[in-house]
């Protein structure tokens, strides 16, 4: 299919990033109106697609191109859902959430969270030695897999290759867009390695514990909260070329 021409990407994390300072999301949503050029919106988030969707409702957020979710688990492109469907294959038909259920059971401080999805199996930790015994009993197993802790809680157990940043380069790759402006912003440890892809990246002021001391030649680390972050990182990187200031 005939890819769309992208000259300006904002590929970003939803909660604790794009959302929550709405007065600040409003300054950046205004800000990208006034260019000349488009800005092109990708989500990239730890939700599933329903609980996503419900946020892009309920917060009025501009409906993106494509919808990363499941922390890279899934992609949704609504304009081509070939590619949605050929991540899927190529993350593989190996991947049985039982077993990693199974590997689970005994260990303590760990609850799943209810997900209507099965590319993901998730749970809050209680604490950081329930993860590393986790971590340790699936590596004992062999089971294929990709661990994700952030925001000392959230433990999200994945498919081996998905992940936010594998995710996204896929996207960039099958669009052909590695050519335009891209930016990438998030706020947690789940966001970190599409934070670490070769593309300009902004932490957000409000960042969790776990990207405070995060650093990288392509990362810009932003004062403000949320949105206003995404914004300084956007003019940190883009305003030369993208007036009016
Ligand atoms: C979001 C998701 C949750 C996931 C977390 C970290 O909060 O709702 O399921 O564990 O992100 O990726
Ligand atoms: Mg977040």
Known sequence: MPQKNVSHLLATDLDGTFVGEAEELRSLLDHFERLDETVTLVYVTGRHLESALELIEQENLPFPEVLITDVG??????????????????????????????????????????LPVSCRVSYYAEGEAAVNELK????????????????????????LGAG???????LIEQKDWSDADILIAGDSGNDLDMLSLPYPAVIVGNCQDELKSVQGDLIYRAKRPC???????????????????
Not at 136 to 159: A, C, E, F, N
Not at 164 to 170: E, F, M, V
Not at 227 to 245: R, T
């Open 73 to 114: 688990a899934a992609i949704h492109d609504f304009s081509d859902p070939d590619v949605s469907l050929m991540w899927k294959n190529k993350l593989g038909d190996d991947w049985n959430p039982e077993d990693i259920r199974r590997a689970a059971r005994n260990i303590k401080g760990l609850q799943e969270q209810e």
């Open 164 to 170: 936010k940043g594998n995710a996204l380069s896929y």
């Open 227 to 245: 949105a206003g972050g995404i914004l300084e990182g956007w003019k940190h990187y883009f305003s030369e070329s993208l007036s009016p200031m």
């Open 136 to 159: 340790q009993t699936l590596r004992s197993t062999g089971i294929p897999h990709h661990l994700i802790y952030s925001s000392g809680r959230d433990v999200d157990v994945l498919p």
